[in-house]
């Protein structure tokens, strides 16, 4: 495929006929689509020929934090990076089904990909702030929407250092460079950056796989003291950290055709106590992945 | 074994040392050569002050240094803008196409045009198709046909080498793909991209063939040329050189070699203040990006 077809072409339409609706529902529970702040429906996605996810039901209820585990190549990145549409930079990809935030399809025609990202953040495997000031990393997103006084400004970057639980230890270098922090001071810069702009949602790719232990369990504490007031969303390597943080999990695997596929999703301690898909508990208990 | 390894290790060591200390000596030997055969003329107030003059003796080089610096400064205006937007082109919007193939070639083989055959092609579309004469703003054009491919590269490498992270990081906070290009990717490639102009603009004082045609006066003209117009004739310094070397007259000109060592060893004192100058300069504004 040439660029000027995956250009030329939305992204969201498939040229590839949907299958049927699966004749049994999906493991998709009643009671999560009710309170889902953003729910996927029928959501698949292909990297040129190759179809990478099949067929994904999967509901997020508002304000929880949803881990999404199993092992590599099972499409749990790109069902992540496709709520915010960070994979339409790839050439040759391409998703199906719907995306649905509140109900606005983000996979739709009509969605305002820059304005979506507003009301989406996004964490990143690693820390990845501007080689900027720290005050400039987080007021980024606030001056891409245009102009505000100085005090209100300082006011909300501060607010949202504060609740990554950054600003006692940055507040006396604001304007340093942002590139002299720590991996784990980086990387909750980050967050303060996400949360400075008011996400409704924020999706977490791995966000401590760079970090050493004590960084990852700060991260952790402020994924539960964030809970309620944002909708989390966290791809996952490892499982205790799913179990220890999430509310709701969901285990993809590679099925037929090498396409990843959601095999079974719901309360995480069901989920890790009482799995009702035997693949899903020989994952957990270690017999493979 | 081990000592036979350690004897051949020792000898490619010895070998290396012994080609850098030629290398060095080479360099040296011809500075020095240079500054002592130019040593006279550079001491001479007169040489910085006077006016060239192919016809009789006491030539200076005030108005060439003046106009070096002019060229310089006015084929970077057009250099940096149309580089920098030909690399950010390149390495942010342009795929993977065979239109993309065709144009990275048809700079690349820019890049390898002798650069006699670019003043040629200066002479002829912006002296002769315009009907005007050599000029400053004739040689700076031709100058940029010489530098624009490496300022495209460059441009190019140092977007590349940033780390994807920076991209999806501002993309991510809803900034457009030109938002993240100005904000974040370009204050990011800074100090690559002053080092790449700095480079561009050293080989500018030594190119002489693409300005012969397009913008010397052959120092026949005995005004001194500090005007300030685009339009007016000057010689650089390496197109002086080149001229007094080959046309003087010797029975008029008898210190036409001597002058010509001066110029020689002016343009390399030059070249080497402008490119600590310069390097000073880009490690100034990298400190003050990190601590702003």
Redesign the interface.
């Known amino acids: 495929m040439?660029?000027?077809d995956s250009r030329t072409r939305p992204l969201a339409l498939s040229p590839v006929p949907l299958p049927s609706p699966a004749p049994e529902p999906g493991p998709t529970d009643l009671a999560a689509a009710a309170e889902a702040k953003l729910s996927m429906r029928g959501f698949h996605a292909w990297y040129g020929d190759h179809l990478a996810v099949r067929n994904v039901d999967l509901d997020f209820v508002a304000g929880d934090i949803t881990a999404i585990i199993g092992p590599s190549g099972c499409g749990k990145s790109t069902v992540l990076r496709s709520i915010?549409r960070?994979n339409d930079?790839i050439?040759g990809f391409r998703a199906g089904g719907s995306i649905v935030l509140d109900g606005d399809d983000l996979l739709g025609p009509q969605c305002d990909v820059?304005?979506?990202?507003?009301r989406v953040?996004?964490l990143?495997q690693?820390p990845?702030?501007?080689?900027?000031?720290i005050f400039?990393n987080v007021a980024?997103?606030l001056r891409?929407?245009g102009r505000l006084p100085k005090p209100r400004l300082t006011e909300i970057v501060e607010n949202a250092l504060d609740r990554a639980a950054l600003l006692d230890e940055v507040k006396d270098r604001m304007?340093?460079?942002a590139?002299g922090l720590s991996g784990g001071q980086q990387q909750r810069l980050?967050l303060a950056?996400?949360l400075a702009?008011d996400p409704q949602v924020i999706l977490m790719d791995e966000p401590c796989s760079a970090l050493d232990p004590i960084a990852t369990l700060r991260i952790e504490d402020l994924m539960r003291e964030l809970r309620g007031s944002v909708t989390q969303i966290i791809v996952t390597h490892n499982m205790q950290q799913a179990a220890r943080v999430s509310d709701r999990t969901a285990f993809m695997l590679m099925g037929e055709g090498r396409a990843g596929e959601l095999v079974e999703v719901g309360p995480t301690i069901e989920v890790f106590r009482n799995p009702r898909d035997r693949r899903t508990e020989d994952y957990i208990t270690g017999r493979f992945g | 074994m081990t000592r036979r390894l350690r004897i051949q290790d020792r000898i490619a060591i010895g070998a290396l040392r012994g080609m850098v200390v030629v290398l060095l000596a080479l360099l040296v030997w011809m500075v020095v050569f240079l500054l002592v055969q130019g040593w006279s003329e550079l001491t001479r107030l007169a040489f910085y002050s006077s006016p060239p003059n192919i016809a009789g003796p006491g030539s200076g080089v005030g108005p060439q240094l003046f106009n070096t610096v002019y060229v310089l400064v006015l084929s970077m205006l057009f250099t940096v803008p149309l580089g920098l937007a030909g690399g950010i082109y390149f390495a942010e919007y342009a795929?993977?196409?065979r239109f993309t193939n065709l144009l990275r070639r048809a700079s690349e083989t820019l890049a390898t045009l002798p650069s006699i055959v670019v003043g040629l092609f200066g002479y002829a579309l912006f002296v002769q198709a315009t009907h005007s004469h050599p000029s400053r703003l004739a040689a700076a054009l031709s100058l940029t046909v010489i530098n624009l491919p490496y300022m495209v590269r460059v441009s190019e490498d140092a977007l590349r080498a940033l780390?994807e992270?920076?991209r999806?990081?501002?993309?991510?906070?809803?900034?457009?793909r030109s938002?993240t290009i100005a904000?974040?990717l370009l204050?990011?490639a800074m100090p690559a991209l002053i080092t790449g102009v700095i480079l561009a603009a050293g080989r500018v004082f030594g190119e002489a063939a693409a300005i012969l045609f397009t913008g010397s006066n052959f120092a026949l003209t005995a005004h001194s040329n500090y005007s300030l117009s685009p339009l007016d004739s000057g010689d650089t310094l390496a197109v002086d050189l080149y001229v007094f070397r080959t046309q003087a007259e010797p029975s008029a000109v008898p210190d036409a070699r001597q002058y010509a060592d001066g110029v020689a060893a002016l343009l390399i004192v030059v070249v080497l203040l402008f490119n600590v100058g310069a390097r000073a300069l880009g490690r100034v504004a990298v400190r003050r990006?990190?601590?702003?």
Do not use: W
Request: proline share 7%; charged share 20%.
């Open positions: 040439t660029i000027a915010n960070m930079m050439d820059i304005a979506m990202r507003r953040g996004m990143f690693r990845n702030p501007f080689p900027t000031s400039d980024y997103g891409l929407a304007h340093k460079s590139l980050c950056r996400a702009v | 795929g993977t196409g780390p992270g920076l999806e990081g501002s993309l991510a906070l809803g900034a457009t938002q904000r974040v204050p990011a990006g990190r601590h702003k």
